[in-house]
């Protein structure tokens, strides 16, 4: 198995849902970056588990233990790693699951890749308790970013049949990115937030869960970054947000509306303000042949509905090889989507900190 990501900076994401400690070592972060531990620790705050009944009870503080990597509250150059305990761990929910293979779940497929010694605890290495250490890592990232002027945010722009405002993709406000950062229900209309949350609370009393949809711009970035053909800037925010688990889709500017538009609506004309070159529209996303043209690079993610719900299901019980009717124990996120927010930002600042450097 393995966790690692990156070309000039590299990530190694390690640990279990229910080990002793989740982690990650960052390789190849060039010394003297200025690093402030409270926003680190207000970014796993935006993350962590157990803040109320829209998220998994599971309560963990998420602090985080940096045992290298900064000294004097600057990066020193050599690798950093950075570990989070397991504090508030009930294994024993499964036990007596450890046979069964759930639908939605990576249990199958994990039982035959790594021939039935994958940890099953909590979904083990494929949980979304791995995500900590990214945010981590994408907390580092970003206050390299900062420095360039470059400004990252997500909101929830669909949570089950509940639509936010789209961002306006050719005016992306670096304030509103920002306020996006301080919002438990990061939304464009502040109106929906109590109907967002009245669709998590429907499901979780229906014993089931919901899906969503987050939108994320990065502004300031500028033209140039990316090549063709396979390091495209697609191909790179693409590769990393592909493995944030329970993420099945994504698209970038007008994504598959492309299908229903003619070329000439598609198409974003360029001006210049002074000697800023723009464009008029943004239908790409900030982004034309993978490189960044300097305009908002804007994309969206499908975050699938969270597969342990507490309505019975048909599992596979892989010592009888039968299916089996199994009601999933467990603490687990009625929608995945709201706590992913903060992943896909640190997903943004990881990949475009490995494209600058």
């Known amino acids: 198995m393995s966790s690692i990501w990156g070309e000039k900076i590299k990530i190694s994401v390690f640990g279990e849902s229910h080990g002793i400690a989740v982690g990650v070592v960052i390789d190849g972060l060039p010394p003297g970056i200025e690093i402030d531990t409270d926003k680190i620790s207000a970014e796993m705050g935006r993350r962590k588990p157990g803040r109320d009944r829209y998220s998994t009870p599971r309560n963990e503080s998420d602090d985080v233990e940096i045992i ?6 600057h990066t020193t150059g050599t690798p950093l790693c950075g570990i989070i305990k397991n504090m508030d761990i009930r294994s024993k929910d499964y036990d007596a699951m450890k046979k069964f293979m759930r639908p939605g779940h990576a249990d ?5 890749r790594y021939k039935g010694f994958a940890d099953y605890r909590g979904g083990g290495h494929f949980s979304g308790r791995l995500t900590a250490p990214i945010v981590f890592a994408g907390a580092i990232a970003y206050q390299y970013l900062q420095k360039k002027g470059i400004t990252i945010g997500t909101h929830i722009l669909k949570i089950g049949s509940i639509n936010d405002e789209p961002l306006n993709p050719a005016k992306v406000s670096k304030d509103l990115l920002n ?7 990061p939304v464009i209309s502040t109106e929906i937030e109590e109907k967002i949350k009245d669709e998590i609370e429907n499901a979780r ?3 089931d869960s919901a899906g969503g949809i987050l939108e994320t711009a990065a502004v300031n970035v500028p033209a140039g970054l990316g090549s063709p053909m ?4 697609e191909s790179r925010l693409s590769g990393f947000v592909f493995s944030i688990p329970a993420v099945k889709g994504i698209e970038f ?3 598959f509306k492309f299908a229903e538009m003619r070329g000439s609506k598609a198409n974003d004309q360029f001006t210049a303000d002074g000697s800023t070159v723009k464009t008029v529209t943004n239908h790409s996303g900030g982004i034309n042949g993978g490189i960044t043209n300097g305009m908002p690079v804007v994309f969206r993610t499908v975050i699938r ?3 342990s719900i507490g309505k019975p299901q048909q599992a596979l019980d892989i010592s009888k090889m039968e299916s089996t009717e199994l009601k999933i124990q467990g603490r687990h996120d009625p929608c995945i989507a709201v706590r992913a927010v903060p992943v896909l930002d640190a997903a943004a600042a990881l990949v475009f900190m490995d494209l600058l450097l």
């Open 305 to 307: 509905p969270t597969p």
């Open 68 to 73: 290298s990597g900064i000294f004097n509250g």
């Open 205 to 207: 009393k229906d014993l």
């Open 230 to 233: 396979f390091c495209s800037v």
């Open 108 to 112: 199958y497929t994990g039982h035959i």
């Open 253 to 255: 500017g007008s994504g």
């Open 179 to 185: 306020k996006f950062r301080d919002m438990r229900f």
